[in-house]
């Protein structure tokens, strides 16, 4: 049961602290003879890394992973292999900047886990906001990449993609959406003109100390029907759960998603016709699940991610001896952190697919 | 990693098909010394049971609860008290119409679980839906029966209140809300006039056999700072879980939810004041979680519940074989299930808290 | 973390009190399409049961099982088969003599958990035991027959057998052991002459009020290698929490065992040839398992039962209320409750290697 | 149900091979507040490191420890504290000599896991037995050095104490037992005279390359009643769990252990009666459990480790392609691996009785 571990079959344990000298993740249950090299976990790291436009925080870190245990390259394999016992992996923290904390040391910033840490633990590692910090996600995508792996292994093509497709109050034109602009644009989103008006937006933010939430969408292709479990297992549970822990996220959404609530229940049907000698939906309002059970059509997720709670404007606060007071928050932050999400939220995606393949070859064969 | 289990120290296992002889649940890790009488859990259960108005399904179920094991009365004790080892709770099925099934028995009813039960386990009890029927929420509402009484015992005064906020695309109006009114309706709505459109709208739907989508909004009072853990413990990780593994959820919220995607970070900061000598937020916008911690706010979560599959429009769907056909689903059905899901959802919201103030006492005392 | 629930994928929580109205376990994670009929369920606990003879309990029981979930008969199948879904076990208790339980309500009895129970939960079921009570293995002899399907189903000809090797001082001769004994005696005993000697000295100790220990082997053949992980996840490990939660076991060996403390590094090697082109171990001092995996030799597992603690002669003890008194118990014991042990550990064991041969599954396909 | 975890509220999780660049652990749920410093930890583990007698493996490893996560040092508090977050430990391998592998990278050691391994992943790291190796047992060590401050700041004067109590067939004087002598002699033996008959035997066994087994018996005094719980969370199961878990282990007891089955019941019942106002029980076969849960009595664990299986004599073996042929084995061992046993068993002890401590503080308060 413990509380910083995920997965049941695939299960992950993450550590570290914004300011401590590292993070990291130790892998239990990974199928063997998988090869997995650090240029495979560093990839993902790049691309969550801090420092790499504008738009995300400018704290400078390599995010170097190293693999400390659970591969083994023999001289006669074609690289390092998954051992089936723990992959332990460790990102070392650099760019801790020595900075003065008494300010949110003594403050409760709104918004952040200052008081709830405090009111929990009775005291709390206040630099950077400790264990609370999104740092934490780096532990993430390196597992995920993993996962990645594993999933190609098991499942052969199973496809992750990820876009922001909102940003503050502004959505994407879904008739715009190509994963192909994925990757061309800061935000990771499929709409390249979004991309743009967000640009402009965001730098205005960034400039005046704001910050904006966004909504993220993760879809997973290729993914057999049959995955996930009733009723406290299902694969619509897990994938709530995961994205929910992730910092900052406030809502969580399969398919149709809160809109679902609006349709009757003809509009929410997903018809299903026969097609190449398969089953065919003919909508995916469902996102793939049904019965907490995958339908082989797209898992779809979204999660709403609410604006950096780090902003210039003073917000009125407490401190911990209960006096009222105001705190700015200044600093190295992200006038959005929706978009690092983009490549959190692919990631538990990928862990929680890895996780119900071993848990459904496990029970079903 | 039992599929069929929730909770990491107050954990509850739950068993039971449509129309198998029984359905019951296990709960394990309950503290010892609390009167739990039949009568508390039947309370409950007489909420959420079929048949009590037209807009639920008119399957006759007494849904009398038996206690099983985990409580002793000790002559000298006011009541039956629990012992600290496992409660047993059985609730007997009665009405399982002896219907043909032969139709939904080879047909995979759009929306449902049929198929993706078929995928996943070579074949499927496809009596009522089996162990995919909401049937089984019986079993959560009967162990949050018990969880609400360990609240109270340990916590006092906490009080879970759970309203119906939207019906298809009608939404109450917050102005209206009053939970006094939850009681007073069919639709545990806390906007009377709002539950009198609904009315009309839903018994329309009713007779042309349709069916609606629902929101509701669960809000936990009472409940002190420091519950929930970091990072996949968190409070509202686990309630995402919790909601989404109840039947037809498709999306979960907490306090602004999806919303908060649009919200700049000077409007979500909520501020905090002193008030009576503690922390005193301005707003809500969190709804009571910081970092995966209560912050002694209310506990605001919502979660959409998609229209009921079972409708009487013919829909294009495939038999088991592969042939393509069409269902139409006849028989005892919830125009709209959302209105189950209320008891449902507060049931949840109380096994979550009830397992976090254990893990919670347990870490910190 | 459940107090109440063994295995990992294979997964089952058992409930019930001596004389609460009824015991029963819950199985998660059972495979799909296995055939499951109550008669596989009702010939193992017919065995375990009480009252077969005059060395166990005269309590009458006929511990008859209902299937309450998890198996569907399809008109088109051969009998019920496993869902997929949790298996559902309750045997009703019947004879729950109305005695008067004032005695042993204040006193603690020595070699009981009364005063352990009280500690702990403040006060106790003090029914014949509550749940302490060996009542409770019935449900582990139920699962256990699901088990034992799973494996057949799984891995084929694997097969469990278990002897009494000791009672009291006297052990078997090994050169006497002979597996078909083992239905021909009261004592399970796989040594004809053992079984004889035993029942003339039980006969004594039945008359005397006194009581014997014993040690059962259980032995597991045709179990592939490869069973079992590193480093918790042992499958000994397993095997000794398995059976050192039976009731009144002080000692689990695996293989050699304790003995293995008194030889040198040559004798315990269990060297290694080729036979009919598999390997072939000269002995197995190591139980069948090595590194916490099986070899694919004999699993091996032995425990100790203590002497059944109800006995005749009086013995020294306090209430309660903290006064000395001293207590007798007389009612319908076992004069060796290790005989009851043979099936129930038997049973463990089926389900532990189910348990594992999932898991494997799971990871390594 | 990860295989490398173990605890169920104080759950740590180990990883790291022999050969590996470094070892570790991870530790989740540990109370906040408790000071922590490096020095704590290292204390223990110097106790277990290699190389500090002619009668352990000469392989040199400073073993230091770092703290990597889950402690804080606020300028205002005495030392760094646990803030309730994971705790993560790392001790970097230095000394993985760089040998030939050849020879047990293709043949199979009697007694070893390398078949096994081989058998359940297709390949194994055969670098000094890879996750197999005892090394394993230092992130042990380390996570019970840091149990042993929770448990004094829980529960105030538990002490944990071990003492070999046999090597091969020579058995302790328990007339001569002193707990003052356990430090002073290689073997952490609490009869000193025995030490001196070991110390002698094992030269002899050194020189000839042969080895001895070992039985360690660990002791915790001051436990109060209470903790454990039934049925498969019993405090008894869980030390055998730990205990047979360790590398080696091939039987574990508790209190009278497998000698209990040889008595009657009256010799077994231990008496109670008062003392100082408190419950004074006259005897320990128990080992201070019953029914599952602690009596306030000393908890009695022992286990037999078996005598090393890297010896100088050739044993028989086969390879990885099935060639008969045979195996030496060289290079830096321990004649009896039980030695190191010893403190790896208090550790253990350490690590359950925690766990067991925040459990019972959790459900009963």
């Known amino acids: 049961m413990s509380f910083n571990s995920f997965g049941r079959m695939f299960r992950f344990t993450t550590w570290g602290e914004s300011h401590g000298p590292a993070l990291g993740v130790v892998i239990d249950g990974c199928p063997p003879g998988i ?4 240029e495979d976990i560093q990839t993902a790291l790049d691309k969550r890394k801090p420092g790499t436009s504008k738009f995300v925080t400018q704290r400078k870190e390599p995010d170097e992973v190293k693999i400390l245990s659970g591969v083994f390259e023999d001289e006669r394999s074609d690289g390092p292999r998954t051992t089936g016992t723990p992959i332990s ?30 009111a929990k633990y009775g005291f ?11 740092r934490e996600t780096a532990a993430r995508v390196a597992a995920g990449a993993v996962a990645e792996k594993v999933l190609a292994h098991l499942l052969g093509g199973v496809w992750i993609r990820a876009s922001m497709v909102q940003m503050g109050p502004d959505t994407i034109d879904r008739d715009n959406f190509d994963w192909m602009e994925v990757e061309k644009n800061p935000f990771w989103c499929a ?11 965001l730098d205005a933010a960034r400039k005046s100390g704001s910050s904006y939430g966004a909504v993220i969408e993760v879809v997973a292709s290729g993914v057999p029907a049959g995955l996930g479990a009733p009723v406290y297992g299902k694969l619509d549970a897990d994938l709530a759960s995961a994205m929910m822990s992730i910092n900052a996220v406030k809502g969580v959404e399969i398919g149709a998603g809160m809109e679902a609530a609006a ?35 797209d898992i779809v997720a979204r999660f709403a991610v609410k604006p950096t709670s780090s902003i210039l404007t003073p917000r009125k606060t407490i401190t911990a001896k209960g006096e009222e007071t105001s705190v700015q928050t200044k600093g190295r932050h992200d006038p959005c952190v929706g978009i690092r999400g983009v490549p959190v939220g692919a990631a538990m995606m990928a862990l929680v697919l890895t996780d119900h393949a071993l848990l459904h070859r496990g029970q079903c064969g």
């Open 263 to 297: 349709l009757t229940g003809e509009e929410n049907a997903d018809e299903i016709r026969m097609k190449d000698g398969a089953p065919h939906f003919l909508s995916n309002k469902a996102g793939g699940v049904l019965g907490g059970i995958s339908s082989g059509q």
């Open 124 to 134: 709390r590692d206040y630099r950077g906001g400790g264990r609370s910090s999104a």
């Open 191 to 201: 709409d390249a003109k979004a991309a743009e008006r967000w640009a402009e937006k």
């Open 89 to 118: 992996l460790m990102i070392e923290n650099q760019d801790q900047r020595s900075k003065d904390y008494s300010d949110i040391r003594d403050k409760y910033r709104p918004g952040h886990a200052d008081f709830t840490y405090d």
């Open 35 to 38: 090869v997995l090299r650090p």
